[in-house]
């Protein structure tokens, strides 16, 4: 269902008209109340009215999270803080953590692209929307729940953990929608399995599902588990957090909210943009910020965009799921490949669960992988798990083109996790 239809079905050249007038308009905002970007165009004796559309975006170099973290903590503001009505942050896993700030206008803006992605989702008013993205200063349960909100879905603010009780609540309260990361719906899943409920115990029928990859092998195991239907959802911290793309129940991309973020892909290694369907690094432009506009924010994910209209009539333009981001990209023996690509081999294995590790280690002089991954409760292998083990190697070396050593350990062996999973140990 369309909540606007006139921007979700526009036509290509409204879009670009329509793109470029608020681009003009964003530019000349960022140029005029925030000295990084007057800066950043007085240096490159550029004026605000040489930006008309995106055509001319490759004049402005790009903004980069380092941008964002040298200016901390106000520099990138372009309103006085008294104008300000909330501060979130990205998890700043290095170092301090990135502020976002927005105005009122970007709350209500952020809202909208809210409900409109859970609306493409296939939320509806009347629905019940269990929020267990956890409530921190990470944006992903706020923006949810505002979304959800808006559309009319009753929303239960449970935050993550507390996997039982979220199984309690989500019975009692007759949940149809649930909002988390995949690695969380994989552990609320694991506990419905544990306490041998049944699948009609619950109202669920819808995932949205953020803040990290989900390839279609893991949509899979949340569809079967929990008997519903999983969509992805995207968006990071530096654009005011989820909504900026969603999938919609045709499951074949993420349409962007084209009219609040203007996507490009570039070379990672050239900056140069690439043409509409080859992969490269996701770029986006804001268009509609008060608080903090971005122009150009590298992303440092990975996918590519396509332009033709969607089966379910959206003509918003999609990008295809993040394979992963550059900073995760593994470099093995010259071969590129990202974790996602590896787990969606992994995931083909019915002997095993969705919980592994993915080891970087040094053998003499050369990199080794090393995969430590759960088998099933259910596979009790009597040699070992040896026989699987060589048949997932041999798969590996297959698709991938090296050796990659395959262990299979305890059900149980790692630490769940309630947000993003961590599946990379580099030990090199
Ligand atoms: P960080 O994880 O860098 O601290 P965020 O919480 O803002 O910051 O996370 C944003 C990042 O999460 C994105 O740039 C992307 O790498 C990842 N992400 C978010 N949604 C998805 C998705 N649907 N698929 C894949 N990756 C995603
Ligand atoms: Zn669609």
Known sequence: MFRDEKIEAMSRDEMTGMQGGLLARQVKWAYENNRF????????????????????????SFTEKTDLRDNYPYALLSVPTWELARLHASSG??????????????LDNWGECMARNCSIAGVRKGDVSQISFKYTLFTG????????????????????????KQLMMMQDFKATVLHCTPSYAIVIAEKFAELGMKKDSLSLRLGIFGAEPMTEELRGEIESRLGITAIGDYGLTELGGPGVSIECPEKKGYHINEDFFLP??????????????EDGELVFTTLQKEAMPVLRYRTRDITCLEK???????TLIRHAPIKGRTDDMIIIGGVNFFPSQ???????FREVEPQYVINLVKKGRL????????RCQAFQPVDGGKELKSRMEARMKDIIGFRIEINIVEPMTFPRTEGKSKRIADKR
């Open 141 to 164: 349960a706020f923006g949810h729940h505002l979304g959800a909100e808006l559309i009319g879905s009753m929303v239960i603010p449970i935050s993550s953990g507390q996997t039982e």
């Open 308 to 314: 033709g209209t969607c089966a379910c009539g959206r």
């Open 37 to 60: 970007y007057r800066e950043k165009f007085d240096r490159a004796h550029l004026s605000p009215g040489d930006i008309k559309s995106a055509e001319d975006l490759h004049r402005i």
């Open 342 to 348: 590896m787990e969606s081999i992994l995931l083909d």
């Open 367 to 374: 990199d080794h992988i090393c995969v430590d991954i759960e």
């Open 264 to 277: 490009e892909i570039i070379d990672p290694k050239t900056g140069s943009p690439l043409p509409t369907g």
């Open 93 to 106: 896993t290095t170092g301090k953590p990135t502020p976002v700030f927005h105005t009122r206008k970007d």
